[in-house]
């Protein structure tokens, strides 16, 4: 099992950036896939954008061009870096860390103000 824990949200204005990080410690894996997913308050969880071992990136049509996903070198430490946010940005960011299995974390929050 790995350990996800999340950092870095807060309250922001439309327009503003944050930067999330997740940081993942226990059974880590040379080869895995760690991503953000986002739940709107009141809806379905949903990826925001993800990154490979290989380090190859996917991001959902909603934050192209505004969201830049990164990991560290160590392949244990996952970045967020959102800028331009819009209200609809507001909910929880949850970190995820899959190998063996799906691993998540407890979540952060983030409120954009309009």
């Known amino acids: 099992q790995v350990q996800l824990v999340e950092s870095g949200g807060g309250l922001v204005q439309e327009g503003g950036s944050l930067r999330l990080s997740c940081v993942a410690s226990g059974r880590l894996s040379s080869f895995y896939v760690f991503g953000w997913y986002h739940q709107a308050p009141g809806k379905q969880r949903e990826l925001v954008a993800h990154?490979?071992?290989?380090?190859?990136?996917v991001y959902a049509d909603s934050v192209k061009g505004r969201f830049t996903i990164s990991g560290d070198n160590a392949g244990n430490t996952l970045f967020l870096q959102m800028n331009s946010l819009k209200a609809e940005d507001t909910g929880v960011y949850y970190c995820t860390y899959r190998a063996r299995q799906t691993d998540w974390g407890q979540g952060t929050q983030v409120t954009v103000s309009s």
């Open positions: 990154i490979t071992s290989a380090g190859t990136t």
